[in-house]
Structures are given as C-alpha cells and as structure tokens.
C-alpha cells in the first residue's frame, strides 16, 4: 500500500512538472498558461490558502483546488504540447522559483483578508 502511494505521489508530482512545463511553451494559450501556472505555484507553495492545522478545512484545499487546478490546466493545454512535456519530465526539476511565487501569491491573499477584518472591525467598533 505505502508503495502504491508513493507511486501516485511520484505521477502527481510529475504532472504538476509537465504542466509548468507546458505553460511555458509559446503554443500554450494566455489563459491556459494562467490557469497552469497559478496551479503549479499553489502546488509547490510552502503555504497553502487554508492552513492545514484547521481541522477538515485545512485538507480539503489539497483534496480539491490541487487536483481541481491540474484537470482544468490539462483540459485547456494543448494535447501535442502536454505530451512534449511529459517526455521531458524525466531529466528535469522543477524551478524553486515557482514555489516562491505561490508562496507570495498566498501570503498576498492572506494580506488582503487581514486588511480587510482589521478594517471591518475599526468600522464596527465605532
């Protein structure tokens, strides 16, 4: 069982790999490199949009914005690029870069709640 695991981890990490590859293609389309992109990012951050120490909730982003991203960014890839692109997964690592942009896309998001309780508070409050 562990083994079966680490395999689909394996495949899922290269896929995630060929879509970042795949979106940097020029044939890929604006939106298709946005969509991949912003996937890749939020599967390689460091942080996620709901933390995992809260229960249920901190899991069910990884179960469904993740896997949810990579079907749409496959969907919207071109095929014959998608394909180019897992060949050449094999001798490849992802860029640290990418996760650092997720990591900032996250932390951004977080900025702008924070902004705006602060804010909803300081207006109730008077």
């Given at each position: 069982?562990?083994?079966k695991l680490?395999?689909?981890?394996?495949?899922?990490?290269?896929?995630?790999?060929a879509?970042?590859?795949?979106?940097?293609?020029?044939?890929?389309?604006?939106?298709a490199k946005?969509?991949?992109?912003?996937?890749?990012?939020?599967?390689?951050s460091?942080?996620?949009?709901i933390?995992?120490?809260?229960?249920?909730?901190?899991?069910?982003?990884?179960?469904?914005?993740?896997?949810?991203?990579?079907?749409?960014a496959?969907?919207?890839?071109?095929?014959?690029?998608?394909a180019?692109?897992?060949?050449?997964?094999?001798?490849?690592?992802?860029?640290?870069?990418?996760?650092?942009?997720?990591?900032?896309i996250?932390?951004?998001?977080w900025?702008?709640i924070?902004?705006g309780?602060v804010?909803?508070?300081?207006?109730?409050?008077?």
């Amino acid at each position: 069982m562990l083994d079966k695991l680490k395999s689909r981890a394996r495949a899922l990490k290269n896929e995630v790999f060929a879509i970042y590859l795949a979106a940097k293609d020029p044939r890929t389309p604006w939106y298709a490199k946005a969509v991949a992109l912003l996937t890749v990012a939020y599967a390689l951050s460091p942080v996620d949009l709901i933390p995992d120490f809260i229960p249920i909730l901190g899991y069910l982003d990884d179960l469904f914005i993740v896997p949810a991203g990579i079907a749409l960014a496959i969907r919207l890839i071109p095929a014959e690029v998608l394909a180019e692109a897992r060949g050449r997964v094999a001798g490849s690592r992802v860029e640290r870069s990418v996760g650092l942009v997720g990591l900032g896309i996250i932390l951004l998001v977080w900025i702008v709640i924070l902004i705006g309780v602060v804010r909803l508070i300081i207006f109730l409050s008077k």
